[in-house]
């Protein structure tokens, strides 16, 4: 299985959470070549950015407010619905496998 990853390319959103780090880490010690998105995935389409070929788009960013923020469910909804579809424009521009990770805030 160690070899599995190495050199694939790997594309994680959320990489600087807590099991983004992790993931990341991971990754990189069983050979995979990870890039860290590094845009809004609100304002940015990633499948129009200049990457190189990717393997795997691992999706783990999502939109969630501080709890004692007042909490608007409708734009928490929205923001991450568009977060998501720019992951999976970027795994399907790619032909890559898409991997969902997500957290209360998103379902």
Not at 62 to 84: F, G, H, L, R, W
Not at 88 to 103: D, G, M, P, T, W
Request: net charge neutral; proline share 1%.
């Amino acid at each position: 299985m160690h070899n599995f990853w190495k050199g694939k390319k790997v594309f994680i959103t959320g990489a600087k959470g807590f099991i983004g780090l992790y993931l990341t880490a991971q990754l990189r010690e069983l050979g995979a070549n990870v890039e860290i998105c590094e845009v809004d995935l609100l304002k940015t389409g990633l499948s129009e950015q200049n990457y190189s070929k990717i393997d795997y788009v691992f999706h783990l960013a999502a939109y969630s407010p501080a709890v004692t923020d007042k909490v608007n469910n409708s734009a928490v909804e929205e923001q991450n619905i568009k977060m998501t579809q720019n992951a999976l424009r970027l795994a399907q521009s790619h032909n890559a496998i898409f991997v969902f990770i997500s957290s209360t805030h998103v379902y």
